[in-house]
Structures are given as structure tokens and as C-alpha cells.
């Protein structure tokens, strides 16, 4: 007796969609096995680079705060230089002006007196 002779369009409808429905679980099955392992791999990875980027987190913080140090040290250095440089800017002008008017004073009177001098030796008589 042939089996497929005896059945009628609906049962064999019936079979097809269940035969297509069990490699479509099938399917889906395994795929949904292989998205699992790949998360699994996914999720190691994920922990291996938490596991590095911490540490490296902490170490960058650590030198950001030494760099933000240095930074002050340099802007206070920076701010005493300045603070010199006014000083000195202020020493020299200061010079200037006390030494200046008795600089040219006296460089007046030398003037003046070797200008006497020299007409005092001109007004007498030479040896000859």
C-alpha cells in the first residue's frame, strides 16, 4: 500500500509545513547558538579590555594631576618672572632718573671747566 495514495491534499499540506517548520526550528536553533557563542566571545572581550583600560584610566589620571601640578609650578614661575621683570623694569627707571640730572651735570661742568682751561692756557703766554 503507498502511504501518499491515501492521503489527501490538506494531510499532506499538513506534513510539508511541519516538515518545513522542524528546519526552520532547526534553523533558528542553530543560529540563535551561534549569536550565543559569539556574545560569549563578545562579552570576554568586553571583560579582557575592562580589565586593561582600567588600569590605564587610573594611570592617566595619575598623570593628569602630576601635568595640572607642573602647570601651576610653571604659571607661578611664570608670575615671578614677571613680578622681576617689573622690578627691574621700575629699578632702572628709577635709576635713570636720580643718576641722569647729576650725570649730565657733571659731564656739563667737565666740559665747561676743560673749555676754561683750555682758554686759561691760551690766554698765556707760550714757551717756546
Same mark, same amino acid.
Given at each position: 500500500m503507498n502511504v501518499y495514495a491515501e492521503l489527501s +491534499? =490538506?494531510?499532506l499540506a499538513v506534513v510539508v509545513? %511541519? +516538515?518545513c !517548520?522542524? &528546519?526552520a526550528v532547526v534553523a533558528v536553533l542553530y543560529a540563535l547558538q551561534r549569536i550565543l557563542t559569539t556574545v560569549r566571545q563578545v562579552r570576554a572581550t568586553l571583560d579582557e579590555v575592562n580589565d586593561q583600560a582600567l588600569p590605564l584610566l587610573e594611570?592617566? =589620571? &595619575? %598623570?593628569?594631576d602630576e601635568a595640572n601640578a607642573e602647570v =601651576? /609650578?610653571?604659571d607661578r614661575l611664570v608670575g615671578s618672572a614677571e613680578s622681576i621683570s617689573a622690578t627691574v623694569d621700575a629699578t632702572s627707571k628709577l635709576a635713570? /632718573?636720580?643718576? !641722569? =640730572?647729576?650725570v649730565i651735570k657733571t659731564v656739563a661742568v667737565t666740559s665747561g671747566a676743560s673749555r676754561a682751561a683750555r682758554r686759561l692756557r691760551e690766554g698765556q703766554p707760550r714757551k717756546r
Open positions: +491534499g =490538506a494531510d509545513v %511541519t +516538515g !517548520s522542524i &528546519v594611570q592617566l =589620571a &595619575v %598623570t593628569l =601651576a /609650578r610653571v635713570y /632718573r636720580a643718576l !641722569s =640730572a647729576p
